[in-house]
């Protein structure tokens, strides 16, 4: 018997346990929320695709009150554990709850997986430094990438 299924969801589960356990400590980033209302009120559709779980994702938007001016969101657990980021799978399904083409998405991202998933996927990448990634280690991944401190700050290159 194929015992990879029940492992997985068993290792999901327990990590979705642990992300709800400390979903409190997400706190929105400067300008975030600012930059989401505006871009809504722009008639752009706004999006998360999060590493971690679809509930996760939903409960911290919901702590930071904000869940109802996302179109879309999509976690690890939307489709197999391999399609999540950094596959340019998760960016194609990303796409497809938004309605879009993977190159009609402006893709915010503050780790090497958000890039890797964009750029596989054809989609537009803008760096965040307010992750694990500095403007240097940008840079070495695509001397022409734009950054920004806070995914807020994307407001003014629009």
């Known amino acids: 018997m ?6 997985s969801r068993e290792i999901d589960e327990e990590l ?7 979903v ?3 706190k929105p980033f400067p300008g975030s929320i600012e930059c989401v209302k505006e871009l809504k009120s722009r008639g752009l559709k706004v999006g998360l695709l999060t590493r971690g779980s679809r509930l996760y994702g939903d409960t911290a938007l919901k702590g930071a009150g904000v869940r109802e001016l996302f179109d879309a969101v999509v976690g690890r657990d939307y489709a197999d554990y391999d399609d999540a980021k950094p596959s340019p799978k998760a960016m194609m399904y ?3 709850e938004l309605g879009v083409e993977p190159s009609e ?3 915010l991202g503050d780790n090497r997986t958000d890039y890797h998933s964009a750029r596989d996927a054809g989609t537009p990448f803008v760096g965040v430094l307010s992750g694990s990634m500095t403007r ?20 003014g290159l629009l």
């Open 2 to 7: 194929d015992e990879y299924p029940a492992i």
């Open 16 to 22: 979705t346990r642990i992300e709800l356990e400390y």
């Open 24 to 26: 409190h400590e997400a």
């Open 94 to 96: 990303f796409a497809q």
């Open 105 to 107: 998405i402006l893709y």
């Open 136 to 155: 240097e280690g940008w840079l070495g991944e695509d001397p022409e990438m734009i950054t920004v401190q806070y995914a807020g700050d994307v407001i």
